[in-house]
Structure formats: C-alpha cells, structure tokens
C-alpha cells in the first residue's frame, strides 16, 4: 500500500505529547505526498496542524484498529513502536486489571501496589502443565515454562526478573519459587521446598528495607538455584547475593528506613529473651532514626520478627545462634549511639569510660572494653622500620566507626547466607536446576554514586546477554521456518562495557587509584578524562571537575567521582578487626577470621558432595591483614557478575520485567513519563524494534484461513490445500511480495500488513450485514403469501394422509410375517450349531489333556535335574566362601594391628600432654587418697559389724536346732510321760524363742543405728569433699599466681608443640574428610546404581522415614540381625546384594536397637523361666511326704536360711552404696579437674542413691513388720488353742485335772508344726516375690543406667560435630525414639488384636454349643414324642430340589477366587444375569451358612475382598473392569442386605426368597467392608473417567468451532497455541465428548450397575467438564467474547439434550452445569446501560462477584462491530454486588468429589433360579 493510502481521512495516528508522552490523533483530511503538515482532530475534539519535516518525510506512527488493542502479546499488534506499546500496556492495565502482558519472550510485569487473588494454589494447579500461549500472561505461565522445558530439553533454566525499585522484582522471583515448591515438591519428607520459601523472610528482614520508592525495597541482588533430581522433584537450593548495600547501616535518608530486622528487634526488645540485649524505641538510635518515620503502614514489625524466628527455626539455625545473631545486630545499634568528644586540639578524640552504648557493645560481642575504647580513637601506622599509634580527627573516627558497622553488618550478611545455603544443601546428585535472578534494574538519580555504577554495569551486561538471545531466537524462528534471513541491525553495547571491565577501563583506573597512597577521587576523575574523552560512551560534563557521563544503553547517567575510593577500598581498620577476632563468643571470632582457616573446610566440604550445587562465592570474605592483596569492592563484584554471566549463558533465559507504574505507590494509577522510562531501559522497546525490524505478524494457516476465510473467493474453497489457499489470498490482496513470507508452518507479515487485512475483512462483514438486512426484509414480505398457502396446502395434507395410513398398514403385516419366518429359521439353525459346537469342546479337551500331560512330565524331569544344578553349585560355592572369609580375615587382622599402633600412638601424645596438669594436682590426690582411707575404715568397721550379725544370727540358729533336737529325742524317749511336762517343754520353747527374737530385735536395733551412724558419716564426708574443693580452687588460685612468670618462660615452647600437634591434628582431620568425601561419593553411585534398577514407569520413591517393612521382612540376616558398626552393616549389605539391601539405613539401625531390646527382654523372660522352675521343682520336693521330724527340720533350716538370704542380701547392697558413693566422689575429683564438667553430675547421682536406698529400706521394714505380725497371730492362736481347753477343764469340766492322753498331744504337737510350716512356706513365696520384684527394679534401673550412658556418649560425641550435623543427628535419634515407640504401638495393637479374635472365637464357639444344645434337647423331645404313637408311620422319600446354594471343598477356595474375580473378564459374561458372580458368592456364602462353618465364610469374604482388591489395582485405567466390579461389589452388598433375616430389608422379597436368608451368621460387620470397597471402587471409576475426559473439554468446549464460521482467531503473537494445529492431536469436538460418554453410559447399563449410581456417575463428569471449562475461561482472554459465549451456549445445549435422550437428566447433572450456563449466557448479553447491569446480577446467581468481574474483564470483541466493556460498567456492576456474601473464590475446584451415596436396591431374581454358565470353569462347585 502507498503512504497516500494508508495516511487518508478517518485513520488514526499517535502523535508525541509532553504531558501525556504519546497521544491519539485523526486525520481530518487525506494526505498527499510533499505535503508539510497534517490536519489531525484530537480525542478531545480540538483541531491541530502537524508538522511534517520535508527532509526525513517522518510521518507519525499509525495507530492499531481497536480489535487488536489490549492484546496478550504485545507482538500480536499489526504496528509495533513505541506508543502501541504502550498504549496496549494502559488498557490492560487500567480497563481490564492485568498486570501481565507478554511481549515476546519477555513477560512484562506492572506492579499494581494491591492485592490480587491471583496467586491461590487453585491458580497454580490452573497452570500447571499447560503451554505458554494457552493461558492469560503470568508469572505461573513462565515458571511452568521453565520447568517444562527442564524436562523436555533436560537442560537448566533461568528466570531473569529486574526493574526498578519498588517495581515488584521481589514478589515475581518470590512467586516463582512458590510455584516451582508447589509443582516440583521434594519426593521425601525433608520438605526442602518449605525451606526454600523459608528463607524469603530471613533474607528479606537482613536485606530489605523501605526507601522512598518501595517499602519493601530488596538492597541486595540475589541468584537463587532450586536443583531438581531425575524425576524433577526439589532435592535442594543455593542462593548467591551481589553487592549488598552496606552504607544504609549508617545513613538514611528522608522517610527511608534502616534494614528491617533493626526495627524488628526493636520492637520485640521487651520478650524476657531480649532484655540482656538492652535496647529500646527505634528513635532512640542514630541508625535508625535519620530517615524520621520509623514505622511502616500495615506493616507489624513485631509479627515480622515472629516469622523471621521461625523461619530460622526451620531452616536449622539454633536458638543459641539465634540469639548471637541478634546479639550482633543490636551491638551495631549500640555502635551508632557511641558519643564521641573531640579535643580542644582537634586532631585528637576520646569515648567517655563510662559510656553505657560502648559498653553494652562489648558486653554483646564478648570484646575488651578497654581495647576498644582505645582503638575508636587511634589508628597505627607502620613503615618497614617502627610502628606509630596515631590518634584520629572527630570526623576520621566517625568514618572509623561507620565503617566498623558496616563491615560487621557485611560479615553477618555473608555468615546468613551462608547457613542459608547449608539448611537448603542436599547430599543428594542434582539432575538440573532452575535459577532465579532477582537484581536491581537500571537506576539513574540525581547524585549518582559508586552503587548505582555497579548496577548499571550489571545491566549492561545483562542488556547484552538479553539483545544477543532474542536475536538468536528470531534467527532460529526464520532458519526453522526457511525464511530468507536478512542482517537486521541490533544495538550491540559492547563498546560501552569495554569502557567500564576492559583494561585500563573505568574500574582498572578505579583499582590502581586505590593503590596509590594518596590517590583521591579528583586525581581518578582526571585519568579518566585524559583516557576515555575520546569514547562515544563517555563525557565530561561541562560544569563539573568531579562527575563523569557514561552513555548507557537506556541513558545518560552522571556519576559523581566523590566517594568512590573509599567505597570501593571500604576500608576497615585491622586492630578493630583484631579485637573482634578475639571475642569470646566463637560466632563473633568466626565472622572475621582470616580465609586461610577456612580453606581446608571449605575445599573437604566442596569435595566431600559431588551432587552440592557448585558455585563459587558471588562475595569472597575480605581479608584485613593484608591490604595489597586485598580484592577491591569492584573487582569482587566485576568476578562475581561474570560468574553470574557463565551460568546464565549455560542456561535457558526467561525473562520477567517489572514496571513501577508510578512514583506515589498508588493502585492501578498509570503514569506514561515513568512507564516510558521503564521500558526503554529494560529492553522490552528493544524487542519490538527488533521483531518490527523482521516479520512481526506471524500467522499458521489454519489460523489465517480461519479468520480470513471471508476474504476467501467460493470456487477457491473446493481446494483441500489450506497452504496453497492462502497463498493464493495473499498474493490477490497483497500486491507487494516483500510484505509477506511464506514459511513452512506459518505465514509472516511486514508491520502494517494485518491491520490492511482487518480492514478489508471487516468491509467483508459491512457488505454481508447489509445483505443479511436486504434478505430479513424480503422474508418478512413473504411471511404473508406463506400463511395464504399453508391453509390451502392442510386440506391436501389431510386426504394425503388418509391413504398413505391405509399403506402402512399393508406394508406393516407383511413385515410381520417375515419377522416371524427369520426367527423359526433362526431357532433352527442355532441348535444345529450348538450340537456340533459341544461335539468339538469335548474333543478339544481330550486333546489338551494329554498335551498338558506331556508338559507336565516334562517339567517335573527338569525340576529334578535343577535340583541336582542347585546341591552342586551350593557346595562349589560354600567352598568358595570358605576361602574368601579366610581371606578377609587375614586383612581385617592387618588393618586392626594398623589401627592399633596408631591408637597407641596418640595415646602416647596424650599422656605426654597430661603431665603438667598431674604434677600441680599432687596435693589433691594426697587428700583423695586419705578419703579413701577413710570409707576403707567405715567399710572395714561395718564387715565388722556385719560379721559379729552373723555370728550371733548362727549361734542362735543353732542353739534352736539344739533345743528342736533335744525336743524331739525327749519325744521319743518319753512316749509315755504325761502332757504337763510336754507343755512346760512347750513353754520354754515359747520363751526361748521370744527371747530369740527380741535379741533379734536388738540386733537390728543397732543395725538401724549403724546404719544412721554410717549415713551421717557420708553427709559429713559430701561437707568435708565440699570443703576440699574449696580449698583446691583456693589452692589452684595461688598457683595460677606463682607460676605467671613460670608460664611466661614455657609459652613458647609449649605454644610450639600446640602449633605441631594442631597440624598433626589438622592433616588426619583433612585425611578423614577426604575418606569420607570418598565414601560419601560410592554412596551416592550405589544409590543411583539402585534407582535405576529398581526405577519403573510411575514409580515414586517412599519418604526417607517410613521403611518399608514388606521388603525388610524377606531378609531376616539384615533386619534381625545385630550389627556391631557401620562397617559390618555395609560388608552384610554387600553380602546380600545391593537390590535386597533395605535403602533406608536409618530404619534399618533403628531395627537393629529393637532386635538388642527384645534379646534383653528374652533373657530376662528366660531367667524368670528358670526361676520358675526351680520354684516348681522345689514345691514338689515339699510336696513329697516326709516324716515329722524331717518336716520340722526342713522348716527351722527354711526360717534360718530365709533370715541369712536378708542379712547378706543387706550386707551386698551396703557394700554397693558405698562402692557408688565412692565412685561418685572419685568422679567429682576427677571432673574438678576439667574445666567443662557439669557441676551437678555429683549431687544427682548422690540424690539417686539416696532416694533408690530409702525406698529399699521401706520395702525391707513393710516385709519385716508384716512377719512379725504373722508370726504373732500364729503364736497367739496356738497359745489360745492350748489354754482355753485347760482354763475351761479347770473351772467346770470334772475330769479337768486327769492328764491328756499322749497321742491326742503329739496331734496337736504336729497341727502346730504344719502351721508354722505353712506360715513359713507363706513367708518364702512372700520373700521370693520381693526378690523377684527388687530384682526387676535392679533392671530396670541397670537399663536407665546404660541409657544415660548412651545418651551421655551421644551427647558428648555430638558436641564435637558441626550445628548442622548436631540438627541432623538429633532429628535421627527423635526419629529413632519414635520408630521404637511406634513398634510398641504396634505390639500392644496386635496383642489386643490377638485377644479380640482369641474372644470372638471363644464366643462363637460357645454359641455353637448352645444352639447344639438345644438341637439335642428338641431331638429328644421329638424322639420322646415318636416313642409314645402307638402305631408307626412309613415315611416316602422325597427327591430334592436345587435350594439356591453351592458346596465346594476349602481346598477349592483360591481356584474359586481366581476363576471367578482374579482372572475373569467381563466380556465373557455377556448375555448372562448381570451380577452373576456376586450371587455365586452369595450361594456359596449361604452355604457355609447352612453348615455353620464360621471359618469358611471368613476365609470366603475376606479372600473375595482382597481379589477385588488385586483385579482394581491390576487394571487401574480399566472404565468397563471397574464399572463391572462396582456393580458386583454393590449387588453382594445388597444380597447380604436382603437376605440378612433383618425386617427392614425384607419388606420386598417373596416366600421364595426370605428362605434363602442366612441362618447362623449376622455379617454387619462384613457389610460394612463391602460398602467401604465400594466407594473406593467408586472414586477410581470417576478418577478414570476425568483421565479420559479431561483432555478432550477446553479443545472440545471453548476451541472447536461448534457452529461453523461464527469465530474467527484474532492475532496471537509470538506465543503460539497448542491447539491451534490443523490436524494436531489435542483438536476434539463435542462429538468426542459424547462418543465417550456414551460408551461410559452403555458400560454402566450392561454390567448392570444401579440406575442411582449412574446417575451420580454423570453429576460428577458434568461438575468436572463445568470446572475445567470455567476455570479455562477464567484465566484465558482469547476465548472471552460473544461467539465463544454462542458456541459454549450451544455446546450446553447438546448435553443437555444427551443427558434428556439418557434418562438422566434427573441426576442433578444440569444443576452443576449452571455456573458454566451463567457464563455463556454473561458472554452473550449487552453489556452497556444500568438496565443491562441489574439484569446481569439477577441473572448470573451461581457465579461470584470476582467471577463476574474477571470475565467482564476478559471480554474482547472478534469484529469491529463489536464494543469493549467499559471500566464504568464494571464498576457499576461491582458496586450492585457488594451486598453479596459469597466466597471470593475466582476457579472452581475441579477434584472436588460429591459424596457417593448406595440405596438398598433389592434383587428379584431368586437363588435357585441363578444357572452357572461353563465358560466359568466352576465345575467343582456342587448345587444343594
């Protein structure tokens, strides 16, 4: 087209404004060629006169046609500058609300300073797994972009976001992560993906803080890398910063803040934790009280800091650290507030000695106050001859201390960061990984300094990378498309980087100024204009000695020179840096040591993990003592940006650039000065040149022949080529060839070319409206002559009729008769067939027989051969075996002797080191040594006593054996004397063992008293032990003083053999870590070499702390087995195999600790064992009979037996207090000794003894006073048997003084014997028990014991790790703890378990009992009754019929299963009852029944229930296998409910059928299983039928063109759909849908699945295809508009008519549909007036007001003939529904599942009616 056609009357064209920067004009009258101005008419109606220079004939840009304004990608616009940029940026903005435009590859983001419900977990699942193109812009669409192409392309990806600040970089990259934490979650329990979204707030409360711009303003830059292992899940992150902000520590601005965790702690310094830290408001302090408001609005400081701690918390920081942390930060607050006084000389300063700022700043880092009082003052210098101390001006020292702050503030940085890193490392191998680049965008201000300088070098950089790939990827777009490729001229700004890194660059003068002495920043400005004045980037300004011009990419910036020296040096005086170094808080010294310490740890670690993500430090450590190899501020950042620069060139880019629409921070308020500015300086102007320069419009030719097809002539469509269509069109309409390419797959156009198309497609449309209007107006005229016609034409119609019924019905009987000849010649036929086919099953069977039994011998013959191949090859390897451990031992022996020379080595350096410490502790063994003595002559004096106890305790043991033995020997020889002596014999006997005990009372009298003597002694001891340790400490005191001078001498030598044993100590740390690195690595390869054998399609690995016990329980060597150490664990695991081995060795250690305590619990169970058999074997040896003397004897020896088991039982556990306490007060010695012993270890133990002897004695005294009183009732009840009787003979019985006879008295004499041998026998068992239970107790404490030992061994070694291993080893032993309690859990679950089932058989089995019972009892009653006839009754036999059950034998179980569920396949039961197994295993139920076999029919339901299990499982995508056992499922559910015997089932059966109910059994229990399974087979139906509908809804409900020619695509851009492919595999139509609805609807009703089941089968399908298609409109604006409202409307309405044709539209189906209704019928409505918006409110009911709201946003006109919605009518629409409550839910949630509801649906068919068909192979079922 000429310039005279396109510039004519009516086009629009974009002029430049000052205010508004671009403004819409109209050409008032036609331009002509050499015209010097134009007549333009303003949108406001004023006339204006447009220049036009004649020389560059630069006209002004032409303006886009309304339909393609607001579009997704801003490439998509026919005319690409400038002002259409913009302007498309501002509507979408303004009118439609969104924030996310794509311009190419670049996602354009607007920081709308509100929030967006957009970012919900609904909306990430939205994205998840789409294509770009197919959804609106987001920053989901471009992080799912990223991480499809991870895995596609398996190579790593970038995501770059930069903009200004305030413009929302933060918020992008964060939202990024999220979604790759949602979508990429880790595979195990770590919750890697938590951590990573944990470190957003620590690194925004250290790195974030408010400026004028942006209150959440990101001060640092930061590269953050989320690795993904092989299935794409997080394993792991690291991050990088650059170029932290160090001077806003010190200095703020005007209504700016100081790093946010300074007012955070602030505000948390009343917590009881913070009050050592000694801090108060934030006005109170300099640095944070310079920017005057120090609060932010909506903004809780306070909160902040909770999340903050938490997040520490959860990435492993300790509260100790924590607290260090926040003890450094309020050290710098502390630093600010330091006064200090200048001299009157002025060239001198001082602090005040008693300034509380200063000394709480030492308190908190641990440093001398002294020092550094001193050192804030002075600065020394040194030559190479002397060393001056110098002092320092007022203003020096402020600098010195400013600096001071700001490099602790660094260090802390760096050291977070750092621990950051380490909480999201992982050991595991990374298999790519994403990044994410969040760094500052391009800044220019009114005084430019060294930062701003540094960032734009960054984004010159970056700009470069950026220009070089879009470049790159319009060349790869033309090559792949075979488009000639023209050289299109790019701004390449090298130069402009060369003049910043090259040599003798700006920062290479930078560098070598700062190495002067005296270099200042004038002498460096003056270098740079003597070296670069010559540069086109570089210019001196005119007024100004001191400032530089850099001619950047985006603009030119000034720098001011001033400062930047000092902050490129950023210098820090060494001897501040030295006092710190000297903390005694190790975080404090650790921050500043020197790189040289952590060298060696640095390189073992990196070498250590192989799969780590490897970067170098962005920040290396700064190194003070040596400045002339100290790297500047500058270098460090130039390496560390092109390390940046290496890895985003290894990558994929994707870039997000945020705009800041405006400077006041306002919501949705546009200002096109600052956005302008933007866009020119993050590149986005520079891809639209770029692609402008090219074919910017680029069309596939389907999408072109869909929308142009109007402009297509009638005779061209007959061709099928769509391509040579096209071509045809274009080269007809388009008469210049360079305006146009053809490519492969798609068609590219010049700028310009497609708004001419529109143009001429919608003067199409004009001239096709007013032929619709021409022929709507000659239709209404023949309306009239129709109806005149009609009533003529009904008459004939009616006789017309007539004959042609009389017709029908002839043809109607003929068709009959046929019908009924086919079916007679049919019937006939099929028998015939039947009988030959019978005939050819039975000889088929013969013959398989005997081929089977062919096989059969043969495989048994080889079976026996392999068994010999087995003996053989096991005896060749046990031989083998032999050997190799002989082997293994000889080497093992080997490495052992190694070892020990080593271990004997350093115990000799040991011993060598402790020599000094025993030489000044002699005195105190002297004194230890005279304690000893000393408990040596109490334990002595007690044997002592113990012994004369004993002595006595004999004597008198013997004396009463004495008297028994005199006793009985007088028995036998005095048979005959009278009963008076005998009882005076009795007395004495009485008597003398009274005497007995009350001297046994005396003894433990004095025992008593000893004992408290003894006790007393100790306590006097513990006084005399304390009262020693004081003197010690006194003693130590006046030693330390002696020997200052003595030290001063010995320092040296004694710090040389420190230094030789640190680097002794160092190399066999170096050497470990390098073993260690070395198996980590083996470790690693073992592992993946077991993931990729053991990997199958869907597999997913179980989390790291759940063991999989299944696996674990087929090897027994490895998981019952007690492994020593990790060598024997690893030399079994590769015995085993490395498949067998169990993977999770943290389970596997935790088996081993529950196999030790259950060998302990056996033992134990095993002595209780023996003990209870020596109890036994004694009780029977008692029960032998035996003589009385013998009784009497074995009772005496019992007594005395018993009394010496006490006192020497007693005498042991003295003798082990002592020896305790004796071990207690050698172990206080020795930990006074140590400088780190607990202090209480002494006391707690002593405690432990006290209260475990105390409550032994109590026990002792219970068992002592409870014999006593048994003994007493006995005496007294003997004494009362032999007075009474005398009394009551002397006072009123005649005979009374006559003699008892003899034999009477040796009868009471033995009553008295048995009973004092039963008492005694009473008193062992008494005594056997405590034991027993003191015994237990003694385990028990023996058993916590060893646990404190444990824990104390584990303790101590876990002090000597790192705090990350710490973390890590106490989360093992809390996951350890909790795996040994689970398995007790689990124990006590199965022994209740066991008990219950032990209880119900025991039940049932008594049950079965009594209703034998009763049998028997009518049996005899019947009997009883056929006895007393008196004639008898000859009885017939009667032949039985089939009563509905099937016998079979309990061996025929599994081949009843697996014939019947396992491998049955529905087809084979076509034709038959539907259900017909599950009323074959009723029958059989019914059976087991009958006969009361309780087992069977348990073993029968379960093994159904578990094969229905196994078939679901098998055949998991299976719709007709799950649709046929849910209706299986559902029909034995409803038999067992029917036939239950239950009333309310029962109402509905016939007498037939209430005689096949269960007799015995009521299996509620079962019915409840079954439900259960039902439902569960329910969900996997839906789920398989969503799987295959879900791909066909969005192609087939919003894409296909249902009503052909009504939509036509509109231009798309650079962002090409899916699914606009021709004959691409995602392209359904709405006949797919239904196709497959119907062969699901046609499944259901075959297999006989219940009517209400179906129909909430389709309610869930239709909520689903409602869901996905809603949410897809939602989040799509291409499919907004009236045409897409007119398909989907008709689309609705064909399934509505399906679910009519089905019967099912009673299912609630069309109900769930009515928010998608709403919507089409929202698309479709006039959207204008207020009448229009009330009617939309009233209309779309189902639909929430944000639902509303973003389609009325959405909507965007197809045609010129259609209007936008305008932002009046949204907020009009807005403004009715605020009275609405509904959810603020924008997307349906598609998973959501309605609940599955089963109605009783009873069978009418009856048991015995049921036929089995062969095909089944149930042949051994037996009908009864």
Known sequence: MSVSELYSQYTRVWIPDPDEVWRSAELTKDYKEGDKSLQLRLEDETIREYPIDVQSNQLPFLRNPDILVGENDLTALSYLHEPAVLHNLKVRFLESNHIYTYCGIVLVAINPYEQLPIYGQDVIYAYSGQNMGDMDPHIFAVAEEAYKQMARDEKNQSIIVSGESGAGKTVSAKYAMRYFATVGGSASDTNIEEKVLASSPIMEAIGNAKTTRNDNSSRFGKYIQIGFDKRYHIIGANMRTYLLEK????????????????????AA???????????????DFFYTSQGGDTSIEGVDDAEDFEKTRQAFTLLGVRESHQISIFKIIASILHLGNVEIQAERDGDSCSVSPQDEHLSNFCRLLGVEHSQMEHWLCHRKLVTTSETYVKTMSLQQVVNARNALAKHIYAQLFSWIVEHVNKALHTSLKQHSFIGVLDIYGFETFEVNSFEQFCINYANEKLQQQFNSHVFKLEQEEYMKEQIPWTLIDFYDNQPCIDLIEAKLGILDLLDEECKVPKGTDQNWAQKLYDRHSGSQHFQKPRMSNTAFIVVHFADKVEYLSDGFLEKNRDTVYEEQINILKASKFPLVADLFHDDKDSVPSSTASAKGSSSKINVRSARPQLKASNKEHKKTVGHQFRTSLHLLMETLNATTPHYVRCIKPNDEKLPFHFDPKRAVQQLRACGVLETIRISAAGYPSRWAYHDFFNRYRVLIAKRELANTDKKAICRSVLENLIKDPDKFQFGRTKIFFRAGQVAYLEKLRADKFRAATIMIQKTVRGWLQKVKYRRLKGATLTLQRYCRGHLARRLAEHLRRTRAAVVLQRQYRMQRARRAYRRVRGAAIVIQAFARGMFVRRIYHQVLREHKATIIQKHARGWMARRRFLRLRGAAIVIQCAFRRLKAKQELKALKIEARSAEHLKRLNVGMENKVVQLQRKIDDQNKEFKTLSEQLSAVTSTHAMEVEKLKKELAHYQQSQGGDSSLRLQEEVESLRTELQRAHSERKILEDAHSREKDELRKRVEDLEQENALLKDEKEELNRQILCQSQDEFAQNSVKESLLMEKELEEERSRYQNLVKEYSRLEQRYDNLRDEMTILKQTPGHRRNPSNQSSLESDSN????????????????????????????????????????????????KKLQVQLEKREQQDSKNVQVEQPKNDVDLDQDADLAYNTLKRQELESENKKLKNDLNELRKAVADQDTQNHSPHSSPDGYSLLLNQLKLAHEELEVRKEEVLILRTQIVSADQRRLAGKNTEPNIDARTSWPNSEKHVDQEDAIEAYHGVCQTNRLLEAQLQAQSRAHEEEAEGLRAQVEALKEELDRQQQTFSQTLLLSPEAQ???????????????????????????????????QLKIHMKKVQDLEAIQTLAQNEKRRHELNRQVTVQRKEKDFQGMLEYHKEDEALLIRNLVTELKPQALAGTVPCLPAYILYMCIRHADYVNDDLKVHSLL??????????????NDDFEMTSFWLSNTCRLLHCLKQYSGDEGFMTQNTAKQNEHCLKNFDLTEYRQVLSDLSIQIYQQLIKIAEGVLQPMIVSAMLENESIQGLSGMKPTGYRKRSSSMVDGDNSYCLEAIVRQMNSFHTIMCDQGLDPEIVLQVFKQL???ITAVTLNNLLLRKDVCSWSTGMQLRYNISQLEEWLRGRNLHQSGAVQTMEPLIQAAQLLQLKKKTPEDAEAICSL??????????KILNLYTPLNEFEERVTVGFIRTIQAQLQERNDAQQLLLDYKHMFPVLFPFNPSSLTMDSIHIPACLNLEFLNEV
């Open 247 to 266: 001077s806003r520590v010190v200095f703020q601005a005007d209504d700016e803040r100081n790093y946010h965790i300074f007012y955070q702690l602030c």
């Open 269 to 283: 310094a009343s917590l009881p934790e913070f009050k050592e830290l000694a801090l108060t408001c934030t006005e």
């Open 1115 to 1162: 090897y027994p060597s490895i998981s019952t087995s007690e492994v020593g150490d990790t060598e024997d664990t690893l030399q079994q695991v590769e015995e085993i195999g490395l498949e067998k081995a169990a993977m999770d060795m943290t389970v596997f250690l935790k088996l081993q600790k529950r196999v030790r305590e259950l060998e302990q619990e056996r």
């Open 1367 to 1401: 973390v890590e080893f106490a989360v093992q032993q809390e996951m350890s703890r909790l795996t040994n309690e689970n398995l007790d859990l689990k124990e006590l679950v199965e022994k209740l378990e066991k008990n219950e089932k032990k209880l119900k058989k």
């Open 1502 to 1515: 379960t093994s159904t229930i578990n094969g229905i299990k196994k078939v679901l499982k098998k055949h």
């Open 1662 to 1664: 239709f909520y689903m």
């Open 1740 to 1749: 779309c009911t189902s639909l929430s007001t944000q639902q509303i709201v």
